[in-house]
C-alpha cells in the first residue's frame, strides 16, 4: 500500500518531518525571504513539499556546512539566480528544438 504525500502540512508536522523545532521555522521565515509558508484563513501555517525541501536546505547550510545565518542567504540566493539561468537555457534550447523540428 503506497501511503500518498499530504498537500499541507502543520507546523508541527513540518517541523517533526525536517528535524527541527516548530521555534526554529517561525524563525526561518522571519529570516529567508524564499521561505513563506501558505497560510490558512484562520492563520494557521501549512506547508508544502517545496516549503520542506527549502528547510531541508537551509538546515544543511546551517548545521552540516557550518553557514552563518548571512552566509546560508548568500547561498540561497546564487542557487536562486542560476537556476533562472537554468530555465532560461531550458527555454531557448525548446525554441531551437520546434525550429529544427520544422
Known amino acids: 500500500m503506497i501511503k500518498e504525500k499530504k498537500r499541507y502540512y502543520k507546523i508541527g508536522e513540518a517541523a517533526k518531518i525536517v528535524g527541527v523545532e516548530p521555534y526554529v521555522l517561525r524563525f526561518w521565515e522571519k529570516e529567508f525571504k524564499?521561505?513563506?509558508?501558505?497560510?490558512?484563513?484562520?492563520?494557521?501555517?501549512?506547508?508544502?513539499?517545496?516549503?520542506?525541501?527549502?528547510?531541508?536546505?537551509?538546515?544543511?547550510?546551517?548545521?552540516?556546512?557550518?553557514?552563518?545565518l548571512e552566509g546560508a542567504k548568500k547561498r540561497l540566493q546564487a542557487e536562486g539566480k542560476w537556476l533562472d539561468v537554468f530555465l532560461e537555457i531550458r527555454t531557448e534550447l525548446k525554441e531551437i528544438l520546434a525550429i529544427l523540428s520544422n
Open 34 to 68: 524564499e521561505f513563506k509558508p501558505v497560510r490558512s484563513s484562520t492563520g494557521q501555517r501549512l506547508y508544502t513539499e517545496e516549503h520542506l525541501d527549502l528547510v531541508r536546505k537551509i538546515k544543511r547550510l546551517l548545521y552540516e556546512e557550518k553557514l552563518t
